[in-house]
């Protein structure tokens, strides 16, 4: 079994040593640009880790992986252009470097390229993961679309919420985890019970990310702090922020979602200031908690010898370690 840092740099390698040098360059540099601006790696590895539970040679199923990884840098270019987001990893977003035509066009090619890799899946089992990322792409795509209906509404409740985070976010790393599984010959009840580990992860993931955005510090996040709020995104903080409020912190939750200067730190730092009156950071923190344990209980359960569940387990364990 390798541990997770091994399976990283070795897909990191895999990753930066494919040919994106087509023409026209100007419609392929964002891609190499985007993927060149490193990550976490958190789906491939997944994958990768969940196929070495299984079986040996990590490396099979690194173009699956790296479909997968493009997929997800995709929606994070088309997200980032919705979002009017600047900054991703700590650099320019391609939309703000090039233009906002370049980021679509190249977004799009990144899909069929997504799609080409995947293709390269063991041809055995290729027609079941090519089922997985269809049901995960549409799924995300509908997940995208409740964000930002969202954002028109004040009505969102916590189970919307929840569902909009697990279509948006959690499928796509479900899926890799079954993924992995699949290939590497899991039986349908372990690729089942991985899927719901990743998927409990994944919601884990983005409540703390959704945490992370208006309490992280920026040089370790990667972006700008308060991008939810100055969005007016429906999160699982701003939505128990406004059902604990009493009626002058509802005003100025009311207030500041209507604003529309120029004045971002004040309405940050506002609406923030409602989050820490009415406790909604350790609300969020403890059903981040109560996820990770479902996601650790499903792997519990996958039928294969601890020694081989330890280090996707302290992987996960890791990713929900991040400094706040």
């Not at 390698?13 to 958190?42: C, E, F, M, N, W």
Request: hydrophobic share 40%; with cysteine.
């Amino acid at each position: 079994m390798l541990e997770a840092s091994d399976i990283r740099k070795r897909f990191e390698s895999y990753l930066q040593g494919l040919d994106y040098s087509h023409d026209p360059r100007t419609l392929y540099a964002p891609v190499r640009y985007v993927l060149s601006l490193g990550g976490k790696r958190i789906r491939p590895t997944l994958l990768a880790m969940a196929y070495n539970m299984y079986a040996d040679t990590v490396e099979n199923v690194f173009p699956t992986a790296a479909g997968m990884e493009i997929f997800h840098n995709f929606t994070l270019l088309h997200d980032d252009l919705m979002d009017r987001a600047d900054v991703r990893r700590g650099q320019p977003t391609v939309h703000v470097k090039w233009n906002e035509n370049t980021a679509v066009l190249s977004g799009d090619v990144m899909l069929v390229m997504a799609y080409q890799f995947i293709s390269r899946s063991d041809p055995s089992k290729l027609s079941r993961i090519l089922d997985i990322a269809n049901r995960t792409y549409m799924e995300i795509m509908d997940g995208q679309q409740y964000d930002m209906d969202f954002e028109n509404r004040n009505d969102v409740s916590e189970r919307e919420y929840l569902e909009m985070i697990r279509l948006k976010t959690s499928v796509l790393l479900a899926a890799c985890v079954e993924m992995g599984a699949v290939l590497g010959g899991a039986s349908e009840q372990d690729a089942q019970l991985l899927y719901r580990f990743g998927e409990k992860l994944g919601l884990a993931f983005q409540l703390q990310d959704d945490l992370l955005d208006v309490y992280g510090d920026p040089k370790v996040f990667g972006k700008k702090i308060g991008g939810d709020i100055l969005c007016n995104k429906k999160t699982y903080l701003y939505i128990n922020a406004r059902l604990l409020s009493d009626p002058g912190q509802l005003a100025q939750l009311d207030r500041w979602a209507a604003y529309d200067g120029d004045d971002a730190q004040s309405k940050i730092s506002a609406v923030r200031a409602v989050y820490d009156a009415v406790g909604v950071r350790a609300l969020s923190e403890k059903l981040i908690g109560s996820l990770l344990g479902e996601s650790l209980e499903c792997l519990d359960r996958v039928s294969v010898d601890e020694s081989r569940k330890r280090i996707i387990r302290q992987y996960a364990e890791s990713l929900m370690g991040r400094v706040l």
